[in-house]
């Protein structure tokens, strides 16, 4: 089956650490993003990649940094320099170059700084 | 202004009750618009696209409005299980290049009470 995979679903991290959130996707969509979500709020974009070796940073990309070195993969990790980085992470998928194209998304990784 | 932009919410309405939420989007290339549905703690889904002569699903009904730039998604017969967030999303095209960028608005929650 077809469709974006996020791990891990729950991920717990001393004050201080750098964490990697995994994103895949097998639906050969050249677009990707990560969003972040706090409790009662919106959707915010961190960052956004529309091909492999490139991205761009979004709304809130302070104390994070991505990679897309496959069309596939997307990792984001949440650094030190993040001043409060728990929420909620949700990664989507989209076809660029089509403007009736939707977004696909992994069911989410929730991480909190313990 | 903000690039899409919806609806504050909370909505509180009976069972049964038809319920209207807007949306406007600030930018004019903005080329397809999508409602989305999310639930507590999980990830959003699409509930329907919105196509410019406006469409149906059942009782959900969609509407757009390029002249004012505004969306809109109308819930007829609520029911308990349509209490959830609902996200308007819009694909804009950029860079001249046939590339799109999809933009979410904050979200508007719904609750049905009994």
């Known amino acids: 089956d077809g469709g974006i995979t996020q791990s891990p679903k729950y991920l717990f991290r001393k004050e201080g650490q750098n964490v990697t959130l995994s994103c895949e996707q097998n639906?050969?969509?050249?677009?990707m993003y990560w969003y972040r979500q706090d409790p009662g709020q919106g959707l915010r974009l961190i960052y956004y990649?529309?091909?492999?070796?490139?991205?761009q940073k979004g709304d809130i990309a302070e104390g994070y940094s991505v990679s897309r070195e496959k069309k596939e993969s997307f990792p984001l990790t949440v650094t030190s320099a993040q001043k409060n980085p728990t929420a909620f992470y949700l990664c989507?998928?989209?076809?660029?170059?089509?403007?009736?194209?939707?977004?696909?998304f992994g069911q989410g990784t929730r991480l909190t700084v313990v | 202004r903000k690039e899409v932009e919806q609806d504050p919410g909370p909505f509180n309405v009976p069972e049964g009750a038809t319920v209207a939420f807007n949306c406007t989007y600030s930018?004019?290339?903005?080329?397809?618009f999508f409602w989305y549905r999310q639930d507590c703690r999980k990830e959003p889904k699409l509930l329907m696209s919105v196509y410019s002569s406006g469409n149906e699903d059942g009782r959900f009904t969609a509407q757009l409005n390029r002249a004012s730039q505004y969306i809109s998604l109308l819930i007829r017969d609520s029911k308990l299980s349509d209490s959830a967030t609902y996200l308007c999303?819009?694909?804009?095209?950029?860079?001249?290049?046939?590339?799109?960028?999809?933009?979410f608005g904050k979200g508007t929650k719904l609750s049905v009470i009994p």
């Open positions: 930018n004019s290339a903005s080329q397809s």
């Open positions: 639906l050969n969509h050249d677009a």
């Open positions: 990649s529309q091909i492999v070796n490139d991205f």
């Open positions: 999303v819009v694909n804009v095209a950029y860079s001249g290049a046939g590339s799109y960028q999809l933009t």
């Open positions: 989507a998928s989209s076809m660029k170059r089509t403007p009736n194209t939707e977004a696909f």
